[in-house]
């Protein structure tokens, strides 16, 4: 019995396998977990962790080529907080890499420092 293909395979010249390119201006999203100080509450902006939270995400939303952003915590472990960012890739986007490079941004480094005190 033999399977098709997979689609985002293909081999080359050389017989390496490759994966496939998705075409230019295709989003992708990016998964970003944390774990946070549980006393932070981070949904109320007028706290102070909110108000970093705000400026955590916000530095998030102004990178280039950023579609749009989801996050949440888990109700069973609220230290636990996921980002979901939406972003594109390809010619589309002039930094495509843009979102995995944000984490070492240093404002990134210390919002996240002091969310996890």
């Known amino acids: 019995m033999s399977f098709p293909a997979t689609p985002a395979l293909s081999e080359d010249d050389s017989g390496l396998i490759a994966y496939r390119r998705e075409p230019d201006g295709t ?61 594109c890739v390809g010619h589309a986007c002039p930094y495509p890499d843009v979102f995995c490079r944000i984490t070492e941004h240093p404002l990134f480094c210390v919002h996240l420092g002091e969310l996890l005190e």
């Open 27 to 87: 989003p992708v999203t990016q998964i970003l977990y944390i774990d946070v100080n549980p006393a932070h509450n981070l949904e109320d902006a007028d706290t102070s962790a909110g108000k970093v939270w705000v400026e955590l995400l916000d530095l998030i939303q102004d990178a280039p080529g950023f579609r749009r952003l989801y996050w949440g915590q888990r109700l069973e472990e609220p230290e636990k907080v996921q980002i979901h960012v939406s972003k």
